[in-house]
């Protein structure tokens, strides 16, 4: 099932999230959330800033965020999509569930013109399933963060969510 994010939740993501820390390079995080951290996080996901979760038997097993993209009000119609699933739950579809619910609420967003994905380079089934959605590949960073002994590169994605004429039209008014 998905649905938003409740502060019931709070725990169950810092430990997905977490994990990825800890043992992938899905984030450039090093160091693993404080339950306080998290709830910071928690706290700044409203609005367009979108938190869904995916419920399995009661408990939180995946999550997908929209979150700023940068903090200059120019891009505030800029929105980074991240999408995080329990090792267990994987290769089930839940992460395309929750990014196509998520772009479906971006779609229908008046503040949304335009959602980034950035991506460790060598994480090719992520890749995959942003351009089965539709993103494009904006660029590639080389060598633009180290963890676990190595260097690693990030890729751009896009997607446009809305006419651009349209949201230029919003944004002068």
Aim: hydrophobic share 35%; with cysteine; aromatic share 10%.
């Amino acid at each position: 099932m998905i649905r938003f994010g409740r502060e019931e939740d709070i725990e169950a993501l810092r430990r997905i999230y977490n994990d990825e820390v800890e043992h992938s390079v899905a984030t450039f995080d090093l160091d693993p959330r404080t339950p306080e951290e998290m709830e910071e996080w928690f706290r700044a996901h409203h609005g367009i800033h979108r938190l869904l979760v995916w419920e399995e038997a009661g408990e939180a097993v995946a999550y997908a965020t929209l979150s700023p993209y940068r903090q200059r009000k120019a891009f505030d119609a800029t929105v980074e999509l991240s999408v995080y699933v329990r090792q267990d739950q994987r290769g089930k579809g839940i992460g395309r569930a929750l990014m196509e619910k998520l772009l479906e609420e971006a779609r229908r967003d008046p503040g949304i013109h335009t959602v980034i994905s950035v991506i460790t380079s060598e994480n090719t089934g992520s890749i995959r399933l942003h351009q089965r959605l539709g993103f494009t590949f904006c660029g590639r960073i080389q060598q633009a963060g180290f963890k676990f002994g190595r260097w690693l590169g990030i890729d751009h994605y896009q997607i446009m969510v809305d006419e651009p004429e349209a949201m230029a039209e919003k944004r002068k008014s």
